[in-house]
C-alpha cells in the first residue's frame, strides 16, 4: 500500500521491559523521550496501543471516554503503584476500529483501562497525558498470521493522525531472566533478537511473521506469545514505501529485549 505520506502518522513498537522504566532514567527511557518530542511534533490525534498486558479470548478495545490506570504487577515499589497516568480515551475511535476489523467481532470494553505495557512507555514518550488513548487486546487464541493482518485493517488509521504503538518485548523469558540488569545474554538470545532485528530492517516482513520456524532459539526467546504479538500489528500496518529503523536495542537480564523499533518517519 503506497499513499501520500504528509499527514501519515508513524508507528512503533516499544520494548518495554520492567514497569520501573516508568520512574528510571536509562538509555531505553531517553530513546522513549526523544521519540515522544517527535512524535508531539506531528501531533498525533490519538494514540492506539496494543499492550501485551492484555492478552485475552477474543478481540476488545476500549471504549471509555476516561480509562483507568492500571496497575497489574506486584513486588514492585509504592512509587509505582502510585503513578497515573490519566489520558482521556476516545469512544469514536473504538467504534472506529470495530468496524475497520469488521468481520472480526471487537467488543467495546468499558471495563479495562491503560495498563502498564501502554502508560509505562507513554509517561516517558508523552509525560503530559494530553492525547487521548485507547488499546486493543491481543487475541491469545488466534495465530500469529492473524494479528498481521489485524495491524494491515489498521493502517488506515495512521493518515487520520492516529499514531499506533505496540508494547512488548522480541525476547521475553521470565523464567530465565536474571536480576542483575547487566547479566549476559544466552547465545539464543541475542540470536533471535538479531535475527528480528536484521528482518525488520530488511523489510522481510514474512520471517518476523513466522517467527517460530526460528526453532528452539524462538522457542526459548517467546515462550509465550503475547509479548511478541504487539510487533505483528505495528508492522501490520507498514506501507509499501515505508523503511523500519530501530531507535534503540539491548537485552536487560539476559532474557529481556528492549527493541524499539519505528516503522515510516518521525518528521
Not at 10 to 38: C, I, K
Not at 148 to 157: I, S
Not at 222 to 240: K, N, R, S, W
Amino acid at each position: 500500500m503506497s499513499q501520500d505520506t504528509s499527514s501519515r502518522m508513524p508507528a512503533v513498537f516499544f520494548g518495554h521491559g520492567s514497569p520501573m522504566n516508568a520512574l528510571e532514567d536509562n538509555q531505553y527511557t531517553a530513546a522513549w523521550e526523544q521519540l515522544g518530542r517527535s512524535l508531539a511534533a506531528r501531533k498525533p490525534k490519538a494514540i492506539l496501543a496494543i499492550s501485551a498486558h492484555w492478552y485475552t479470548r477474543g478481540t476488545a478495545v476500549t471504549a471509555m471516554a476516561m480509562p483507568k490506570t492500571i496497575h497489574d504487577f506486584g513486588g514492585f515499589p509504592q512509587a509505582l503503584f502510585d503513578v497515573q497516568y490519566p489520558a482521556k480515551g476516545d469512544p469514536e475511535l473504538a467504534v472506529q476500529i470495530a468496524e475497520l476489523l469488521a468481520p472480526v467481532p471487537v467488543h467495546l470494553d468499558h471495563a479495562w483501562g491503560l495498563d502498564h505495557g501502554t502508560w509505562s512507555v507513554l509517561i516517558k514518550a508523552f509525560p503530559h497525558a494530553d492525547v487521548p488513548v485507547i488499546q486493543l487486546s491481543i487475541d491469545g487464541t488466534k495465530p500469529a498470521q492473524f494479528h498481521f493482518e489485524l495491524g494491515q485493517k489498521l493502517a488506515v488509521l495512521r493518515e487520520q493522525g492516529v499514531l499506533i504503538i505496540g508494547s512488548g518485548d522480541v525476547v521475553h523469558n521470565l523464567r530465565m531472566m536474571s536480576w542483575d540488569k547487566n547479566a549476559p545474554a544466552p547465545d539464543w538470545a541475542v540470536r533471535f533478537n538479531d535475527t528480528i532485528r536484521a528482518s525488520l530492517l530488511n523489510n522481510d516482513v514474512q520471517q518476523v511473521v513466522s517467527y517460530e520456524d526460528l526453532g528452539q532459539d524462538a522457542a526459548l526467546s517467546v515462550p509465550t506469545a503475547e509479548h511478541f504479538l504487539p510487533l505483528l500489528y505495528v508492522i501490520g500496518c507498514q506501507h509499501d514505501d515505508e523503511k523500519i529503523s530501530i531507535a534503540v536495542d539491548g537485552i536487560e537480564g539476559g532474557t529481556i529485549s528492549m527493541l524499539t523499533a519505528v516503522v515510516g518517519a518521525l518528521t
